[in-house]
Structure formats: structure tokens, C-alpha cells
């Protein structure tokens, strides 16, 4: 196990004891970890709403030409909608390139939803068997690539 | 609808997405596997957690949590401007099984990286797809120094499926890892081909 998964562990300094977190709790690779909830204001995923797949995309609506003059926005959300305007991205690569944790960008994209700012894909469900022309058409990019 | 702007811009092509996963044991080469057929520079995506049913009091108005982070690789191939491949190479420590379940639903197959020198370290994986009937190909990245084996000797050490693809692979060259990745989605074709067959009948 390495040392960046034994320093992601919060417990080691408290032991069990969650109500005595330190202010300064974080983990040195992560940064602080309490920030990016206060920028969700302590939201987890939104409960009762369906979990946003890593590979949903997320699509600007029309509505979402200036999402500046949205004064409830904060500057992540807008962030998020004008990089989905030059091409609309997946939540994992929206985490990935905000440098912020999937769970809070599942919640700062699950606002934009309801703004109607963005609209999100809905992946293939898993039960559901994949499509073989699609398979195949995979197979073809790959080659091609 | 009607939006009192109408499209100025043209409107966003919305992209098929399919996700490949890519597991193995610890420095088997995942990283180096997404980064050679990468687009994006080998992205790291991270995803903090919650464990739940632990009472937490309230931390300066923000609810306190018990989160650690993960580093996941993530890659993106794009094939077409209307279909995109993500890879995503799966974190190998076993307290984090349960961030598989999520990257494993709706994967379109996965790539078991093996080492010959450590092909136990591939065991977990090659369970763990096995019983999600996920399609998958064992992929064998050949590391100078390590001793060749006869691929029917490791796919007997493996236990593999006689279905089940293996190959041998350089996981820092883009042409061999995207052989590799054929191999999955050929694999996941004739599986996705057969259950077809067998709801029509
Ligand atoms: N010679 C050789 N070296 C390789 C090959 N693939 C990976 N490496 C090297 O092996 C080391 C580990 O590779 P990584 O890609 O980081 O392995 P990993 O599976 O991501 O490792 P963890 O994330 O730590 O589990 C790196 O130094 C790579 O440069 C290969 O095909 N041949
Ligand atoms: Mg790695």
C-alpha cells in the first residue's frame, strides 16, 4: 500500500473520533478537502436525484448563452458551463479539469440541470445490452485511430 | 420550445459515450496503458467519499465528513465527433471494490493487465469481471527482463475461460494498447452478438 493511500487516510489522526476533526484536516496530495463541500454549501449528491454517471456529458441549453448574469452562479458553475460550450464534457473529465472531486461537480452540474442551463446524456443503462452496431463502430475508430 | 435566444452558436453535437476499464495489480503499467492511447494528457480524476452512517457533528457550518480521495487514470479517445471512448484504469487497493461497482456499470469491457512476474495480482480482477459477466481480455505487458512465458502457460496459470482473449501487449506503445483494446470490444461483440441471437429465439 502506498503512502499517498495511507495519508488519504483521515482516521489515523483521530482514531474514531469523527467530532474532533482538526480545522486543518486534509491530505497533502488532496489539498484541503472540507473547501470544495463548502463550495456545495455541504451538499453530498443531491438525495432523491439520479446519480450522475462519470461518463453523463453535459450539454449546454440555449438558455445558457450567459450564464453570467446569473447571480446565483457561483464562478465554478459558470466555469463548468463554458467548458461544456466549446464542447460538451463528460462529468469525469469536468472533475478532472476543474481539479475538483467527481461528487462535488455531480452536485454543481445537478444545479445547472435545474437552472435548465445544461442537460445531461444518459449513458447506456447497464442491463441493457449494447448496441452491436455501435460495437462495431468502435471497432472501426480504433483501427482508424 | 421556445428560448428567447435561439441558437446563435450551432448546437452541440451530444456524444455516444462508452467506457473501457483498465485493471491489474499494483504498477502493472494502468498508467502508462491510458496515457499511450490518450487524447488528453493522462488525467487523473479523483472522487472524494463519504462513509456513511458515521454521526458527524457540524464543522463550521459545513457538514464534516469522512473523505479520503482516490486517484483514478482517465483517458479519452474521441473516434468520432458523435462517439467517444473513456478509459478508466481502476484504483488497485482493495478498500476501494466498491468505486469499481460504479465504474463497472455500463462498461463496455475492461483490459486485465498482467504482469508475468506477479500474474497474482491479477487474480482479483479477472474474479471480480468474471462474476459481472463483463467481457474483458487479459493483456500480458511485457517488461524487459521478465521471462517469456508460452501464452498457454499463462492463460493455465490464469484459469482463463478458453473464450477469454489473451495478448501480449508494450502498454507504452499506442499501436499494441490499441490492439488491445479491439481485442475487448471484439470480445464484448461476440458476446453482445450471442445474446442477441438468443432473445430472438
Ligand atoms: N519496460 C516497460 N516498462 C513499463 C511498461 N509499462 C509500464 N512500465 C513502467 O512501469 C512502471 C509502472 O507503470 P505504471 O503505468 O505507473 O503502473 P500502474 O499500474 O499505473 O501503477 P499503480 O497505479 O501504482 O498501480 C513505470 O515506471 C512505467 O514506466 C512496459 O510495457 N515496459
Ligand atoms: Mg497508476
Given at each position: 500500500m502506498s503512502d499517498a493511500a495511507e495519508r488519504g487516510r483521515p482516521g489515523r489522526e483521530n482514531p474514531g473520533r469523527a467530532t474532533a476533526v482538526p480545522h486543518h484536516w486534509y491530505d497533502d496530495e488532496a489539498g484541503p478537502v472540507v473547501r470544495p463541500y463548502a463550495m456545495t454549501r455541504g451538499r453530498t449528491s443531491a438525495a432523491g436525484r439520479h446519480r450522475l454517471d462519470l461518463i453523463a456529458?453535459?450539454?449546454?441549453?440555449?438558455?445558457?448563452?450567459?450564464?453570467?448574469?446569473?447571480?446565483?452562479?457561483?464562478?465554478?458553475?459558470?466555469?463548468?458551463?463554458?467548458?461544456?460550450?466549446?464542447?460538451?464534457?463528460?462529468?469525469?473529465?469536468?472533475?478532472?479539469?476543474?481539479?475538483?472531486?467527481?461528487?462535488?461537480?455531480?452536485?454543481?452540474?445537478?444545479?445547472?440541470?435545474?437552472?435548465?442551463?445544461?442537460?445531461?446524456?444518459?449513458p447506456v443503462p447497464p442491463a441493457q445490452l449494447p448496441d452491436v452496431s455501435i460495437l462495431r463502430e468502435v471497432i472501426n475508430g480504433l483501427r482508424a485511430l | 420550445?421556445?428560448?428567447?435566444?435561439?441558437?446563435?452558436?450551432?448546437?452541440?453535437?451530444?456524444?455516444?459515450?462508452?467506457?473501457?476499464?483498465?485493471?491489474?495489480?499494483?504498477?502493472?503499467?494502468?498508467?502508462?496503458?491510458?496515457?499511450?492511447?490518450?487524447?488528453?494528457?493522462?488525467?487523473?480524476?479523483?472522487?472524494?467519499?463519504?462513509?456513511?452512517?458515521?454521526?458527524?457533528?457540524?464543522?463550521?457550518?459545513?457538514?464534516?465528513?469522512?473523505?479520503?480521495?482516490?486517484?483514478?487514470?482517465?483517458g479519452r479517445i474521441t473516434l468520432?465527433?458523435?462517439?467517444?471512448?473513456?478509459?478508466?484504469?481502476?484504483?488497485?487497493?482493495?478498500?476501494?471494490?466498491?468505486?469499481?461497482?460504479?465504474?463497472?456499470q455500463g462498461a463496455l469491457g475492461a483490459v486485465v493487465l498482467a504482469d508475468t512476474r506477479r500474474l497474482e495480482d491479477s487474480f482479483a480482477a479477472i474474479d471480480y469481471f468474471e462474476r459481472r459477466g463483463i467481457p474483458f481480455t487479459v493483456a500480458v505487458n511485457c517488461f524487459e527482463g521478465a521471462r517469456r512465458y508460452p501464452v498457454e502457460t499463462v492463460r493455465a496459470a490464469l484459469d482463463l475461460d478458453p473464450e477469454v482473449e489473451l495478448v501480449l501487449c508494450d502498454a507504452r506503445d499506442r499501436e499494441s494498447v490499441k490492439s488491445v483494446l479491439v481485442a475487448v470490444v471484439e470480445h464484448a461483440l461476440v458476446l453482445?452478438?450471442?445474446a442477441h441471437a438468443s432473445a430472438a429465439t
Open positions: 456529458v453535459v450539454v449546454p441549453e440555449p438558455a445558457a448563452d450567459d450564464p453570467g448574469r446569473d447571480q446565483s452562479l457561483s464562478p465554478e458553475h459558470v466555469e463548468i458551463v463554458e467548458r461544456c460550450s466549446e464542447q460538451p464534457q463528460s462529468i469525469a473529465e469536468l472533475a478532472a479539469g476543474l481539479d475538483l472531486p467527481v461528487g462535488v461537480v455531480r452536485v454543481l452540474v445537478g444545479d445547472l440541470v435545474d437552472e435548465e442551463l445544461v442537460h445531461v446524456t444518459r | 420550445m421556445a428560448f428567447g435566444r435561439s441558437s446563435r452558436k450551432k448546437t452541440p453535437v451530444e456524444p455516444v459515450t462508452l467506457k473501457i476499464l483498465v485493471a491489474g495489480g499494483f504498477g502493472v503499467g494502468k498508467t502508462t496503458l491510458v496515457g499511450a492511447v490518450s487524447e488528453i494528457r493522462p488525467l487523473r480524476t479523483e472522487e472524494v467519499l463519504t462513509e456513511a452512517g458515521r454521526p458527524v457533528d457540524d464543522l463550521h457550518g459545513v457538514e464534516a465528513k469522512t473523505t479520503t480521495t482516490v486517484a483514478m487514470d482517465f468520432r465527433e458523435d462517439l467517444v471512448l473513456y478509459l478508466f484504469g481502476t484504483p488497485g487497493q482493495d478498500r476501494f471494490w466498491f468505486l469499481w461497482d460504479e465504474l463497472a453482445a452478438d450471442r
